[in-house]
């Protein structure tokens, strides 16, 4: 080789050897930052510090009736379930009554509000923003934006792409990024606490270790020895929404182990003491905070768990030991007595009857078994939870009627369920509306005619009505 030839191939690889080291110093520059990209953590609780969104002040509002209680839980599906439950809402706030010295109706009237999954996004915006603005200025806020396209936009986005290479990041917190930046700009648990006439928010998401139901509200944290006055609303509904595979789990750090001893961080509701085996089941759930390996809470959809929202209300009034220490505990003394009436409002988008499958002769594939072994069981679960709480309100009800209390007390529970829609073509209709986040207008009216329909042909709802001219 000629020394000029040699000196350019010596070049040329020096050239090379470079560009390499360059290249290494910026993956290695790369991984770094990586490394240390993280997301929102809650912190723990400080000795003196004090946990004010517990619900207290939001049951005893002034601007709500004080003996009447509503309970409002909105069930997961996507979009169909966000829009049927602001339909819901809508048509509540139509069917007006006289209480009191006030015009009113259910709607303006719920004290608390609790959503799982595509229903814990209609929840938290109904809680940000009160009922009147949530009916105004929810279908223009989520209803009308095509968020699934949004996510995948951001998902490939070159900037959350160099984010999403962090181990403590995952497409769950992509969704909350999401949720903050097009609902809830940055709002925490503990600022709905400082907004007057608003209903207190519950959300529902499942610990993907057990399974158990895992509620984004003072007690549960409290478990973990955290503030859910820090929590963001948009961290709380991207869990609940974190589709497991679709999207990644979102977690919680526990700090129980080292929390300090004192009255503002221990959980509020006493241990069960209740037989039953669904009491020993929550206890045991609960307890497993308190357990030396469990450092981390990773949180998936709430669907998974309760995708109706109803045994969460159900397991904290076992947790309590009955309706009435839950009612004295949320009330203390500014109630000064007991509700004339209690009323459940539960907005159900799933979807029951037969599958597919079972109108099929051909052997179902894998596709098939794999849609009803996941679809079916969590259906079964959810009738079976209908029932129990069915069967809790009757309970209840007798509770609140014995030991000397007027007979004047009573409990409603009044179930809005797509797949009760009399109308066969309209149910066939709203049921064929996919769980995605994305719905058309056209869809959105007719969840807003089978939410008409049902409330005009409920007879839970007509109790309800009448017994308020009785009064």
Sequence with gaps: MSGAAKFFVDRRCCTLRRACLLLCLAATALLSACSSTRPWVNPPLQAAEKVRYDGR??????????????????SGGGSRAASFAHATIAELDRLTFRWGEQETS????IDMVAGVSGGSVAAAHLALHGVNDHIARFPADFLTVDFES????????????YRMTSPWMGRGNLLADEFDALLFGGTTF??????????????????????????????QLLMLCSSIDLVPLAFAVAASSSVPLVFSPLSLQNHSRTCPASSETQPRSAPVTSGTARARLVQSEFDSYAEVGKRFVHLVDGGLSDNLGLRRISDYVVQAGGVRPVLALLQGDARGSLPRRIVFVSVNSERRGPPLLDQMAEVPNTLDV???????GLGRYSRETSLTFAAAVEDWRRELQSGGTTSDVDIFSIEVNLSDVDDRELRDKVLAISTSFRISDE????????????????????????STMLR
């Design 443 to 466: 869809d959105r009216s007719l969840l807003r005619n089978a939410a008409r329909v049902s409330l005009e042909r409920n007879p839970e709802l007509r109790r309800f009505l009448e």
């Design 150 to 161: 949004r996510l995948i936009g951001a998902a490939l986005h070159p900037a959350n792409a």
């Design 190 to 219: 503990g600022r709905l606490g400082e907004m007057p006439g608003r209903p207190y928010l519950i959300v529902g998401a499942t610990d993907l270790s057990n399974g158990a139901e895992f509620d984004f509200a003072s007690d």
């Design 370 to 376: 794999l849609a009803a072994m996941i679809y079916g």
């Design 106 to 109: 259910l709607a303006q009237q």
């Design 57 to 74: 002040a939001q049951f005893v509002d002034p601007a709500r009736a004080q003996d009447l209680l509503v309970v409002a839980s909105f």
